[in-house]
């Protein structure tokens, strides 16, 4: 699952984020939101590598790697009602082979076992939206530009049903 035109899904590893690490991700975060934020009006050349630098934590981050070669990011970040799934960026031209869907399958299912939430923010009208979708979040909220979603943990019954 998660192939495209029977592609094999890349082989991918993770490591835990360095401080150095905060100029790759930047620069792929520039490359990766540029198309909808220039959708939106929204793409400043600058801005969107100071707002990844401003709230980059190492300590929550993991380094996506593929072929042993920097691939892109995902930030866990925990909060008072769960997690928030941030910075996850991959190369472009890694996306749509699976990857994606392997990494965060395996992060979703370190949150269903742990039972945490985890909540996320992506652009309105971004396709990684229906990347999301079919690993269980729902909006929670949108706005003319964001959109917030949730993901409850699975196989965990004292969680149905509330909020």
């Known amino acids: 699952m998660g192939t495209s035109e029977g592609q094999p899904e ?4 993770i490591r835990p984020a360095r401080p ?9 975060r520039a490359v990766v939101m ?32 593929s072929a042993g070669t920097f691939a892109g990011s995902i930030a866990l970040r925990p909060s008072d009602s769960g997690h928030w799934l941030e910075h996850f960026y991959l190369d472009p031209a890694l996306q749509g082979r699976g990857l994606g869907s ?24 971004s396709p990684a939206r229906r990347l999301y979708e079919r690993h269980g979040f729902t909006v929670e909220t949108q706005d003319p530009i964001d959109v917030f979603m949730l993901r409850r943990p699975k196989g965990n019954p004292a969680d149905e049903g509330t909020s």
């Open 20 to 28: 150095a690490d905060v100029e790759a991700i930047a620069e792929l």
């Open 10 to 13: 890349p082989e991918w590893d």
């Open 102 to 125: 392997a990494v965060l399958r395996a992060l979703l299912t370190r949150t269903d076992t742990s039972g945490d939430l985890v909540r996320l923010n992506v652009l309105w009208g």
């Open 34 to 65: 540029r198309p909808d934020l220039e959708r939106l009006g929204r793409y400043d050349e600058h801005r969107v590598r100071q707002r990844l630098r401003d709230g980059f934590s190492p300590g929550h981050t993991s380094i996506i790697t």
